[in-house]
């Protein structure tokens, strides 16, 4: 106890406060999942909560579930001795890195009524369906990677509103043009579409360090999940890697299956298993019915920085597109494909994607319909600037 308790309290003492992603979430609830992707930012969230919600830290204990320490013990001996000397305030790292997560958990749960207990998992992780059914006890929140505003922050210091859609239909967005400089404004948007979506891209060899994150996430992560194996795993890489320079990819699963010599069941696991994982994002028509495994229409990257790391110079138009898609889903609008545009939000909105010359003829006769331009400043009427959009408010989004 006495070693988590130093490795705790070294690793809160150089935990800054500089910058801040800012999330909303129940602190009343006696067990919080906080779920994400690797790199979003989660461990230095936790931290940074700590370090403003307890000033003391006597009944507060931050342990990282891969620490040796769990070698040895488990973590219900951990709480027991942490419970019994004060502890009420317990915050676990990583706990997909330890082998039975869901029971301990329910058994804390169970023994300790007056323990909050918050936790970070792997988004691969599906806390609802371990061995141990965990959904009555915890509450799960999703943490994405960084909007345009929260990049402008961290690496310009420049602390701007967030925008709504209505804002954006409206053009309300002078206030940022003057504060972020007009001649700046699409410069550092097509720095973040390239390395500005992980709070990491302030460290250097950015893209490298993506490309080995995703590494971990299909050889390390997702061996995590009791269907998978090793081989399921390089099966899953294969289908990645033939996709990779082909997003938007529109999903010829027989094909697919032809080329890689995978079952088409496996195909359809293996998108979806990145799409948890936050590699990929599946893009429904909007006239599909329910469906455990529906077929994508479009296939995407989860984020623009995953399509520079593994395609190098990848097409403007699919990174418009992709960028788009992860905005509007990371702010919880529903997002389908559709026949007519590129994209339908809750069933309402009709958006075409393109470059500052993309005309209104697509979408010409439809009813709340607008053309989203890349390279333009300001809109006007139904065009609507693509940067706009990075401007949203990075909410946790509360699931299960």
């Not at 308790?5 to 906080?34: C, E, G, V, Y």
């Not at 099966?235 to 299956?257: C, F, H, Q, R, T």
């Not at 293996?270 to 469906?291: M, P, Q, V, W, Y």
């Not at 607008?370 to 693509?386: A, C, E, H, W, Y």
């Amino acid at each position: 106890m006495e070693k988590l308790q130093r490795t705790f309290l070294n690793i809160l003492k150089n935990t800054s406060l500089n910058f801040q992603r800012r999330f909303n979430i129940d602190w009343n609830n006696r067990m919080t999942a906080i779920i994400g992707a690797r790199g979003v930012g989660k461990t230095t969230w936790i931290l940074q909560q700590i370090k403003l919600k307890h000033p003391d830290l006597q009944q507060v204990l931050f342990a990282s579930l891969d620490d040796l320490i769990f070698s040895n013990r488990t973590l219900v001996d951990v709480v027991d001795e942490f419970y019994a000397f004060g502890g009420r305030f317990l915050y676990l790292d990583e706990v997909h890195k330890y082998p039975n997560w869901s029971q301990e958990l329910k058994n804390i749960y169970d023994s300790y009524p007056d323990l909050r207990v918050v936790f970070t998992s792997s988004s691969i992780l599906n806390i609802y369906k371990g061995e141990y059914d965990l959904s009555r006890r915890v509450v799960q929140y999703q943490m994405d990677g960084m909007t345009f505003q929260e990049y402008l922050d961290l690496k310009y210091q420049l602390r701007l509103p967030p925008l709504s859609l209505d804002d954006i239909f409206n053009h309300q967005y002078e206030e940022h043009l003057n504060l972020i400089g007009e001649e700046n404004l699409l410069p550092r948007f097509h720095e973040y579409l390239s390395e500005g979506y992980y709070p990491f891209t302030v460290e250097p060899n950015f893209h490298f360090r993506l490309k080995k994150a995703l590494e971990q996430v299909i050889d390390i992560d997702l061996l995590k999940l009791e269907s998978m194996t090793l081989a399921k795993g390089q099966k899953i890489k294969k289908v990645l890697g033939i996709i990779a320079d082909m997003v938007p990819y529109k999903p010829n699963i027989a094909e697919l299956s032809k080329k890689t010599g995978i079952h088409r069941d496996e195909i359809a696991l293996a998108f979806h298993l990145l799409e948890r994982a936050r590699i990929l994002n599946l893009l429904i028509s909007d006239t599909k019915g329910f469906n455990l495994l529906p077929k994508p229409e479009k296939i995407y990257f989860e984020n623009t920085n995953l399509a520079y790391a593994l395609s190098g110079t990848p097409e403007i138009g699919n990174v418009r597109e992709t960028f788009f898609l992860n905005a509007v889903k990371n702010a919880g609008f529903l997002a389908n494909d559709s026949k007519k545009s590129d994209f339908i939000l809750n069933k309402k909105w009709t958006f075409e994607i393109g470059g500052r010359n993309k005309t209104n003829q697509q979408i010409k006769g439809i009813e709340e319909a607008f053309v989203v331009k890349d390279g333009i400043i300001r809109g006007s009427q139904n065009t609507l600037p693509l940067w706009a959009f990075g401007f949203f408010e990075n909410t946790f989004l509360k699931e299960g």
